[in-house]
């Protein structure tokens, strides 16, 4: 309980003269544990905690009084949240009004501002169901969550979409297929039969060809200068696939862009021994020894 002189009418009625002053000068009725004025915190904590356990005994007069001023009895970080949610949610309709391309990834910035770092803990938590209503509010500024997501039904969505906008030309060709290889050819094995027969039946309508899925073979010529480089114990006595950058530029080169490759790894293992690629994969060449067969059963499939 309140101690019996702090509910006597001049302790009372100061106590909520001092609330009045927090109010007008902060905007809110949540007291914070760091304000100067210890006494009215701990006036607001008893109120707060006698309420929550049920042995708050006030007149009429009193309560009128807390609602008058808006007291909030229940947990003040989720004002404090719902604020914080709030200049947010403000600075994307800012974002939004101005036309602005919002991403939701943690290297987006908006006026210096991490707002898609914000966008991605929302989508987090919601995946937890928790702030479905700041999602809500979110969406109802106009940044759809669905049109930004990495998930392959998405992912496809919006490239069928782009592609069959589209304006075709060199520039253009070279952009999709560009994308192609790094957002959709990486999802291949969670893409549904239908969604591969809609790119490839678009990407004839807009050029013409065929939609090749997998990477192509490489020069065999490259393959016999690799493994000339990898057993020639002069220029290579470390015995490595991967070279000096010094040693043989363009082999560098040209592996620079493969080594991290799965599917283009894929493509290759068939020119290798499993002695061999096993030394590239302790190396950190992407060998997945699986992939080929899989890529292979979804090509007939297709």
């Not at 100061?14 to 007008?24: G, P, S």
Request: charged share 35%; proline share 2%.
């Amino acid at each position: 309980m309140i101690k019996k002189n702090s509910l006597k009418d001049e302790y009372w009625e100061e106590m909520i003269k001092r609330m009045k002053a927090y109010q007008k000068k902060f905007g809110t009725s949540v007291v914070s544990r760091g304000y100067e004025d210890k006494e009215l915190y701990t006036w607001y904590r008893n109120l707060k905690n006698q309420y929550r356990k049920q042995t708050l005994d006030l007149s009429e007069t009193q309560i009128k009084q807390l609602e008058s001023i808006n007291f909030y009895w229940g947990d003040g970080h989720e004002i404090r949240y719902r604020k914080i949610d709030d200049r947010w949610l403000n600075l994307l309709e800012d974002a939004i009004k101005n036309g602005e391309d919002v991403k939701c990834n943690h290297r987006y910035l908006y006026k210096g501002q991490h707002l898609g770092t914000f966008l991605v803990q929302v989508a987090k938590y919601n995946k937890m169901g928790k702030k479905l209503d700041t999602r809500e509010r979110i969406e109802s500024i106009g940044f759809i969550f669905s049109q930004t997501s990495r998930e392959p039904h998405f992912v496809v969505k919006r490239f069928l979409s782009d592609l069959k906008e589209a304006e075709v030309s060199r520039k253009m060709k070279q952009n999709f297929q560009n994308r192609f290889r790094k957002y959709i050819l990486t999802k291949r094995e969670r893409l549904t039969k239908k969604e591969i027969q809609q790119i490839n039946k678009l990407w004839m309508e807009k050029f013409s060809e065929e939609r090749v899925w997998g990477i192509k073979d490489y020069n065999a010529e490259r393959i016999i200068e690799w493994k000339a480089y990898r057993y020639d114990k002069k220029i290579n006595p470390e015995k490595r696939w991967y070279p000096v950058q010094s040693r043989a530029q363009s082999l560098y080169t040209y592996l620079y862009r493969i080594k991290p490759n799965k599917y283009a790894m894929a493509n290759l293992q068939k020119h290798f021994s499993k002695k061999e690629l096993l030394e590239m994969q302790k190396e950190g060449f992407a060998i997945d020894f699986d992939l080929p067969n899989k890529l292979n059963e979804l090509e007939k499939k297709n």
